[in-house]
Each structure stands twice: as C-alpha cells, then as structure tokens.
C-alpha cells in the first residue's frame, strides 16, 4: 500500500477501534476467557490501542494520526487550514467501522451465549451510567477536553518521540478518571461508526441502537476539542 495521510487516518482509526472494542468484548461477553475482569482491563486496553493506532497512521502516511473527528475539527479551527477535514473525517468513520466489524466477527460465538442486549451495545458504543443528559454531554466535552489540551501540550513540548506512549497514558488516566459516567467516547468515530455497525449488523441476540443518545458522544466530543483550543 502506497503511504499516504487518508490511509494512515483509516488504519489506524481500525486499529484502535478494533483493538478497543474488543477488549470489552472480551470483559462483557459470555465465554470468553476475559469475562468479569472489570474496568481497569478495559481503560489500560484502550489507552494502549491508541498509542497502536497512532503508531499505525503514522507508518501509514498521516503524521497527524488524529484518529478522531473532534481532534480534527479543532486542530483545523486552531490552524486555520480545513482541508483535510473531511478526507480524515471520512478515513476514521470507515476505519472505525471496519474495526467495530472485526470484532464481531473474533468474538462470533459469543453474541449468542450472550443474553444482554445492553451489554451487546456496550461493546460498540457508549452509554450513560445514569441517564442525565446535561451530565452526560458535559462529561464528554470534559473528556475531550483534556484530550486535546493533552494531546497538544504532549505534541507541542515533546522532542523525544516518545508521543505516542504519552498519548497512550492520558487516555488511560481519562478512563480512569472521567470514565465511569458515560463511558468516554471522547471520539466521534468511535461511537458514531461502531453505532451504525451495531445497527447493520445480523448480531444475535441484539436490541436498540440507541439512537437517542447517540447525538451526545458526537457533539460533547466535538464542542469539548474546540473549546481546548481556546487555551493555544
């Protein structure tokens, strides 16, 4: 395959997404050998997927290796350059939907031993612990937020390339920290794509999407990105 930022943006959104939702998998569902192991499994396996997937879009062509929407919209607003905004955007919802595939497909035989639908949604996208929807939107422009300051102080101070184990460790201390509410999507792309794969996809056993809700981990994220750049 020919480098090049698209792909980068596609293949590593794939990476993170497959890799961190199927750590939830493996925590929710019924069989496997993962089951019950809890949320500290779930938070370390996320941050390390994104420290994976920055490393794949990097090798792939995109130095940027925003792997998220909401990053993307607020690096263009603190740029001023847009024109890459809707190839990433574009590259990461296809990429996160390809990973959401890929994971239903490793864990197969489990949907179907699996007979909470609630839990089945889980692995694809976010969900409130306590339904309050102020709460709930800010805690995702909280998250994101950081994300970004985060992600920009890391990127603006950092000379010895070690960035992605860096970004890697603050989405782990997100999880940890800002997690237990809505489940920190802080990522667009890896509610929004998973979510239509939930919805497409002949899962057995499986309930609502939840469409409801779905507006908050898009719109949370994305106002949370963009008002961290107001700080650079």
């Known amino acids: 395959m020919t480098p090049s930022p698209f792909l980068g943006e596609l293949?590593?959104?794939f990476v993170l997404i497959f890799?961190?939702?199927s750590v939830v998998a493996n925590v929710l569902l019924k069989g496997t050998k993962g089951h019950n192991s809890?949320?500290?499994v779930i938070t370390t396996a996320w941050g390390l997927a994104v420290m994976m997937g920055v490393f794949v879009s990097q090798k792939f062509g995109s130095q940027d290796a925003h792997l998220n929407p909401a990053l993307t919209i607020a690096f263009a607003l603190k740029s001023g350059d847009w024109s890459s905004v809707l190839p990433y955007i574009t590259a990461q919802m296809i990429?996160?939907?390809?990973?959401?595939?890929s994971t239903w497909?490793?864990?197969?035989?489990?949907?179907?031993?699996?007979?909470?639908k609630g839990a089945k949604?889980?692995?694809?996208?976010?969900?409130?612990?306590?339904?309050?929807?102020?709460?709930?939107?800010?805690?995702?422009?909280?998250?994101?937020?950081?994300?970004?300051?985060?992600?920009?102080s890391i990127y603006a101070s950092d000379g010895s390339g070690l960035s992605p184990y860096l970004v890697g460790m603050l989405v782990w201390v997100i999880g940890n920290a800002l997690g237990g509410t809505t489940g920190y999507a802080i990522n667009p792309?890896?509610?929004?794509?998973?979510?239509?794969?939930?919805?497409?996809?002949?899962?057995a056993g499986k309930g609502s999407s939840d469409w409801s809700y779905a507006w908050i981990p898009v719109i949370g994220p994305i106002l949370g990105a963009v008002l961290g750049t107001f700080l650079f």
Do not use: C, M, Q
Request: proline share 7%; no cysteine.
């Open 105 to 116: 497909l490793f864990y197969y035989p489990h949907w179907a031993v699996t007979e909470d």
């Open 121 to 152: 949604l889980a692995v694809f996208s976010t969900g409130p612990a306590i339904k309050h929807t102020p709460s709930n939107l800010f805690g995702e422009l909280a998250g994101t937020f950081i994300l970004f300051v985060g992600v920009s």
């Open 189 to 203: 792309a890896r509610d929004l794509a998973p979510r239509i794969a939930h919805a497409i996809l002949p899962i």
């Open 11 to 13: 293949l590593g959104t």
């Open 95 to 101: 990429g996160g939907f390809l990973g959401a595939v």
């Open 19 to 21: 890799l961190g939702e």
């Open 38 to 40: 809890g949320l500290i």
